[in-house]
Nanobody, 116 residues
Framework: QVQLVESGGGLVQTGGSLRLSCAAS????????MGWYRQAPGKQRELVAV??????NYADSVKGRFTISRDNAKNTVYLQMNSLKPEDTAVYYC???????????WGQGTQVTVSS
């Protein structure tokens, strides 16, 4: 079993910054990918950013504003969010593809609220 624990959410004004962290623990075997998803009220969960094998991908809506990074020694992934907009308001979920056999793992979510 892999546990993912997020931290760093909160309330920020438009244009502000936040950094989310997600630490993986438990039976960490071959983490193939780690990333962040978000879900706003009444909307489907969507991919924000993912890192795998040194590659990164971002949703078009966050390109140039968000940066995903990973510390393999700490089994931790970060999401630096700059120039935040009200439309970034959502619950942000950490996600990992890990284990043998590979499976999806989710954190409990952390609320990010951007006030206008």
């Amino acid at each position: 079993q892999v546990q993912l624990v997020e931290s760093g959410g909160g309330l920020v004004q438009t244009g502000g910054s936040l950094r989310l962290s997600c630490a993986a623990s438990g039976r960490i075997v071959s983490i193939r990918a780690m990333g962040w998803y978000r879900q706003a009220p009444g909307k489907q969960r969507e991919l924000v950013a993912v890192t795998s094998g040194g590659n990164t991908n971002y949703a078009d809506s966050v390109k140039g504003r968000f940066t995903i990074s990973r510390d393999n020694a700490k089994n931790t992934v970060y999401l630096q969010m700059n120039s935040l907009k009200p439309e970034d308001t959502a619950v942000y979920y950490c996600h990992a593809v890990a284990g043998i056999p590979l499976d999806n793992h989710w954190g409990q979510g952390t609320q990010v609220t951007v006030s206008s």
